[in-house]
């Protein structure tokens, strides 16, 4: 009922009825096709420049990155990460194929879980679907083994993305998406930065509801 | 705090100020009439708009020091920051042809659009509530809460959550909704509205959180020291950590809805928003009909603006889709998915001059460079919507008889027309309305008298010019001494703010004429 009353004011505005049929086909076809629209020009670049862009984004954004050569050095980045901030080396992992496969034996202080995030977990480790150097994102797209709560829930997040799994603008990482996972998971978050707040007085303040603290464990395997 | 800020919450009954006309038919096919009715004629609770009284609320604003203070301090940093992230992107300029462009092709097949992405959000197994007024819209979000159990809800910031004052019908139903946004919660907890649409608590100062936190926080240690911002924002965090997790249902709103996938888009900073629609076990999307854009591409382009013409940033920290509920084996996410899709007028402005608002993203920038909304802040305008975008937007949504003075509450400097990422005529639009005022007669009698002086004058260039050489004479000799005039009869309203400078005894015209004459024009 509502939806037809709104449809009709619409056309009625539009001084038209239903689409008809051909330009309704050809909209269908730009949906199909979802054509990219200008794309800047600053992440036009050599992969090895768009890892550095990628790289200054993040700091920018007040994340910080490690780079490691391998996954097997993944643990002792981590490690020392924690350390460093003087953090509990207690921390909730996603339960993700590439997460699994890294030796976190070899740091036997780690105590790790799989899962999702509860709200006493106080570091959490996600896997990163993409990286997009434009402007230093990371894309979390949600399934069983990317739970979501891992983006938000703990004070320090920690992700772990795979040089060759960066990209240049936010269009490539879509059809990384399109390609791998044939359609739109429930939940897909783009994360700049740790999480902040100008709402006193417009002035930034870092950790506001999500992590104070986000770090990415860059793995160079782009070779 | 201002003479609106308690109005908001005010009883039942029409708005003060102007009663609706029943108003002739105004060229053109927009139908005030039939939204003034959908919006404030229901609910003993609404937020009871009071741009009739902008006026009386921008001298309460100019004469409150602790708002003057918060606009002198944040006014200049938001201008800073959006130039700056503009100057750091060559194709920015470029980039706000393709974000009106966009919009203008979504406006135009809008009706395909909604549709696609009705059928889409249906295909994800979520589901859709198309709402037609406030009234509807309200009712759709309590039924859902009802039938989801709900004693307590958490909500991301949301404007059409404002513009439809849904919190207000859950509490009158038993159901507690706690604003999560961090200057969204405070401003619950002063019971006031939002004075800006990205920073709702604008308008206040340091001071006010802490007086609000020790008043609400009662089983906190009333000793406790709040030496910094950080310490407001600790105690704010774990306190609504606490509600995050028993929240039955979570309430956003939507920055953009994208067709293609059926998904809907949030833009924040906190990551309130995604614990709003992550931890319960029922998320709520209140989306107005023009958030809909085509393609994920589509949106890209649009995020691309947004942020750089709000904040400053490259991009918000957390840009979230959501498409649907928790899909099989999934760890976490909500169980049910629901969009309440509001028109509430906005359909209304499709095919009018007005089409053009429709283009809005929300971002402020029209606000944050306006010189007016600088000098009186956002609860003047009386209603959801501050500063030009609001003051082109109120009029369309509560009726111009009640929103009239917004539109001529401007200087015309089109500072916001050159800074909005889509491109919206905003200064035109608002002319647009003076004329659909003086068309419907609203405007006031003398203000007509003076108009229609002007404009017999105006007609006659050469009486035109005679009486205006003889004013500027008059006034020259009369103003030589002190060169401005601090009073002046028939402007007082006009002196009290400012002095008037007195004319140095000749028009434009007739100089313009002389130097031409004398050959000394270049």
Same mark, same amino acid.
């Given at each position: 009922m509502s939806r037809e009353a709104i449809l009709t004011a619409i056309r009625r505005g539009l001084r038209r009825g239903a689409l008809p049929a051909d330009q309704a086909a050809m909209l269908r076809g730009r949906l199909a096709q979802h054509p990219r629209q200008l794309i800047p020009a600053r992440s036009r670049l050599p992969h090895p420049q768009q890892v550095e862009l990628f790289v200054r984004n993040v700091e920018k954004e007040f994340g910080t990155v490690a780079r490691v050569a391998s996954a097997a050095e993944v643990p002792v980045a981590v490690a020392d990460y924690l350390a460093a901030q003087n953090l509990p080396s207690e921390l909730v992992m996603a339960p993700h194929s590439e997460l699994q496969a890294i030796p976190w034996a070899e740091r036997p202080m780690l105590s790790i879980r799989q899962g999702r995030a509860e709200a006493t977990d106080a570091v959490a480790v996600q896997h990163a679907f993409a990286g997009i150097a434009e402007t230093g994102t990371l894309m979390f797209p949600s399934a069983p083994e990317r739970p979501t709560t891992l983006n938000v829930l703990a004070d320090t997040a920690i992700a772990v993305l795979r040089?060759?799994?960066?990209?240049?603008a936010y269009e490539e990482a879509w059809d990384l998406l399109r390609a791998e996972l044939g359609g739109m998971p429930r939940n897909v978050m783009l994360v700049t930065g740790p999480s902040r707040s100008?709402?006193?007085?417009q002035t930034l303040e870092l950790g506001a509801h999500g992590p104070r603290r986000l770090h990415v464990v860059l793995v160079d395997d782009a070779g | 705090m201002l003479a609106n800020g308690e109005a908001v919450h005010a009883g039942s009954g029409r708005p003060r100020g102007i009663a609706p006309l029943a108003g002739r038919g105004v060229a053109g096919t927009f139908r005030e009439a039939a939204i003034r009715g959908k =919006? %404030?004629?229901? %609910?003993?609770?609404?937020? =009871?708009?009071t741009s009739a009284a902008f006026k009386q609320n921008a001298h309460a604003a100019i004469d409150d020091p602790g708002l003057q203070k918060a606009l002198a301090r944040s006014g200049p940093s938001f201008i800073a920051r959006r130039a700056a992230a503009a100057a750091a992107l060559p194709e920015f300029e470029e980039l706000r042809n393709t974000a009106r462009d966009i919009k203008n092709h979504t406006l135009a097949h809008l009706d395909f659009y909604l549709e696609t992405y009705a059928a889409n959000v249906e295909k994800a197994g979520g589901t859709v509530h198309w709402c037609a007024d406030a009234e509807a819209a309200r009712e759709a979000v309590l039924k859902i809460c009802q039938a989801a159990g709900a004693r307590t809800v958490t909500k991301g910031k949301s404007m059409i959550s404002e513009e439809i004052a849904v919190n207000d019908h859950l509490e009158k139903h038993g159901i507690t909704p706690v604003e999560t946004d961090l200057g969204e919660y405070i401003i619950q907890l002063r019971h006031e509205l939002p004075s800006h649409i990205i920073a709702p608590a604008f308008h206040l100062n340091l001071e006010d959180w802490e007086e609000a936190f020790r008043k609400s926080h009662t089983d906190l240690p009333a000793d406790r020291v709040f030496a910094e911002r950080r310490d407001i924002l600790t105690e704010a965090r774990t306190k609504l950590r606490a509600r995050f997790l028993a929240a039955d249902v979570g309430i956003t709103g939507a920055n953009f809805l994208i067709a293609e996938t059926g998904t809907s888009v949030i833009v924040t900073n906190e990551g309130n928003g995604d614990l709003t629609q992550t931890l319960p076990r029922v998320h709520i999307v209140l989306a107005s009909i023009e958030k809909v854009v085509p393609t994920l591409e589509d949106c890209t382009s649009l995020l691309r603006v947004l942020a750089r013409s709000a904040t400053g940033q490259d991009m918000s920290v957390y840009t979230t889709f959501s498409t649907g509920p928790r899909r099989d084996a999934d760890l976490d996410g909500p169980a049910e998915y629901h969009v309440v899709l509001v028109d509430n007028g906005r359909s209304a402005m499709i095919g009018t001059e007005f089409q053009d608002m429709l283009r809005c993203i929300r971002c402020a920038a029209c606000m944050n460079h306006c010189p007016v909304y600088g000098a009186v802040g956002g609860h003047a305008y009386g209603w959801v919507y501050p500063g030009p975008m609001g003051s082109v937007l109120t009029p369309a949504l509560i009726g111009v008889d009640q929103a009239g003075l917004l539109p001529n509450a401007s200087t015309f400097c089109g500072k916001c027309e050159s800074v909005c990422p889509v491109k919206i005529p905003l200064p035109g639009l608002m002319r647009h309305w003076r004329e659909r005022e003086f068309e419907r007669h609203l405007t006031p009698a003398t203000q007509r008298r003076n108009l229609g002086l002007w404009a017999w004058f105006a007609r006659r260039p050469s009486l035109y010019r005679m009486a205006t050489r003889a004013a500027a004479f008059a006034l020259g000799v009369a103003g030589r001494k002190r060169g401005r005039f601090a009073r002046m009869p028939f402007a007082g309203g006009w002196t009290q703010g400012r002095d008037l400078p007195a004319p140095e005894g000749d028009t434009f015209f007739a100089r313009y004429a002389q130097a031409q004459r004398d050959g000394t024009l270049r």
């Open positions: 040089t060759s799994r960066l990209v240049g100008a709402d006193i007085e | =919006v %404030g004629a229901t %609910g003993d609770r609404m937020h =009871v708009p």
